[in-house]
């Protein structure tokens, strides 16, 4: 059962499996975005606390050192051991990201489930990874080597505190890797809980590090430092640009980027409209809108959608928007005021440039950051609606003619991070399959993500990919090794 006010355990900084206060002494406050009140005050990291982290790191990382030569299946049975731990304290850990981000508490707990068997699945690859043998020519053995990057600053966002977490810590400790991580400002307290419980699982000190502080201070100091290796990072293009930038100019760090996005979702005249309006409700609505795959642009074929735009008024509607805290709520606030802000000024552009406001359209009451549910329809695709990632609960309904239509229009964009299509013809979904430019294509469903596959972006939607056997990759070096034979058997 969830807690309303869970404690407040943890506001330090964690490094070298230690708590302490920032080197400024400086603090600052994570709100409630459900009353907009404080919660409590956090230490803020800066550039100073980002060295003294990647000192911990290097030397937790440094040949000879106990994470270092620790079995790969007992760095497995560590990672289990902090599912575990999850599990136990899942309650508490779904009230306090339900407290600091507003999302309802049952998604609360979901989130917390997947993080878990994100950790799980990257956990039973510990001892999997290895090189290979090279029938060279000449009197040659000649093998490779896969070897861990070494010390990783990871930067999540704030919308799916517990879960990006996860992303960016299995793949990391499953080749070996050792880590600065650094939450997002608005949603540090879950982090810091996470970091109490690899200290229990037996982490050596050193191996992971937690420090909240702000994008242009703590941010910036991991995308620049020289001794960190490989920078992982989720969220805006603009701030990823920043970061590839900052990695380039220092010292060619790898990067791994999963970045925004502008999805589009088509709903194909052959399909049943009631299942197709419930799974584009899904796509846009889910987490409050603040999604990066949120299917943001929904094209819908002219034959039905009148009837299409009528049905998903309705379960916009319908939706429950209020305290996240008590059950049957759908929708809690937005995650703070800058988010509400662009939000209500992008549907002010969708009114203005001439959508059809179906319903919505407003704040949801005076206190916290809450938006009403909102559909727009008529929507044209020169409007800022149908161009800007709004990162909320707004729903953008296109009408097309043809597919071949659709996917132009689908393509018409910097953004490539998720697609999906609703049909019952098979060659419809192949079509849309092969032609649409985006690293995620779901067909009559939306969403479905999995620690087993592949997940990251084209075009300006990022580089590399988090999850799946394809994530272990962007932390690990490949080292070629040739010994010399006196004769070739």
């Known amino acids: 059962m969830a807690v309303r006010n869970p404690e407040i355990k943890y506001t330090k900084l964690f490094i ?68 575990d731990l999850l599990e136990r304290d899942r309650v508490h850990l779904a009230s306090l990201e339900t407290l600091d981000n507003g999302k309802p508490y049952g998604d609360s707990h979901f989130d917390i489930g997947c993080a878990i068997d994100t950790i799980r699945y990257f956990a039973g690859w510990c001892d999997k990874i290895h090189g290979d043998t090279i029938p060279v020519d000449g009197n040659f053995l000649t093998f490779t080597r896969k070897e861990p990057i070494g010390v990783v600053g990871s930067i999540i966002p704030w919308n799916y505190p517990i879960l990006m977490a996860a992303w960016k810590l299995s793949p990391a400790l499953a080749t070996g890797c050792t880590i600065i991580l650094k939450p997002a400002e608005q949603t540090p307290l879950t982090a810091l809980y996470i970091a109490s419980l690899i200290k229990e699982a037996g982490f050596p000190a050193g191996v992971v590090n937690v420090v909240p502080g702000y994008g242009p201070t703590a941010g910036a100091a991991i995308s620049e430092h020289p001794n960190i290796d490989k920078v992982a990072f989720t969220g805006s293009t603009e701030v990823g640009k920043i970061i590839f930038g900052a990695a380039a100019k220092s010292n060619l760090k790898r990067v791994t980027l999963e970045l925004g996005g502008k999805s589009p979702i088509i709903i194909c005249e052959d399909a049943d409209v009631d299942e197709a309006a419930n799974i584009a409700h899904g796509a846009i609505f889910n987490n409050h809108g603040q999604n990066c795959v949120a299917g943001s642009r929904t094209f819908v074929q002219a034959k039905i959608y009148d009837e299409f735009v009528k049905k998903a008024t309705t379960l916009a509607n319908d939706r429950k928007v209020g305290d996240p805290f008590v059950d049957g709520t759908q929708q809690g606030p937005q995650i703070d005021q800058a988010q509400l802000n662009k939000i209500e000024d992008l549907i002010q552009s969708g009114k203005t440039e001439g959508a059809k406001l179906e319903c919505g359209g407003g704040r949801h009451g005076q206190k916290g950051y809450f938006v009403q549910p909102t559909v727009f329809s008529n929507v044209k695709d020169n409007m800022r609606i149908a161009k800007e990632e709004i990162f909320g609960p707004v729903q953008q309904i296109l009408k097309f003619d043809t597919l071949e239509e659709a996917l132009t229009r689908a393509n018409d964009t910097k953004y490539g991070l998720a697609a999906g299509i609703i049909t019952k013809d098979i060659n419809k979904a192949l079509t849309f399959i092969q032609t649409v430019q985006a690293g995620s294509v779901w067909v009559n469903c939306y969403d479905a993500v999995a620690p087993q596959a592949p997940f990251g972006g084209f075009k300006e939607s990022g580089q590399g990919r988090e999850l799946g056997e394809a994530a272990l990759k962007e932390y690990l070096e490949t080292k070629t090794v040739t010994i010399a034979l006196e004769l070739k058997v």
Request: net charge positive; hydrophobic share 45%; glycine share 4%.
């Open 16 to 83: 070298n499996n230690e708590w302490v206060n920032s080197k400024s002494g400086k603090t600052f406050p994570t709100l409630n975005p459900t009353t907009a009140e404080k919660i409590v005050d956090v230490a803020e990291a800066d550039k100073a606390d980002v060295d003294a982290a990647v000192v911990a790191a290097k030397a937790a990382f440094k040949p000879g050192s106990l994470w270092r030569t620790v079995d790969a299946s007992a760095r497995g049975r560590l990672m289990l051991k902090l599912c």
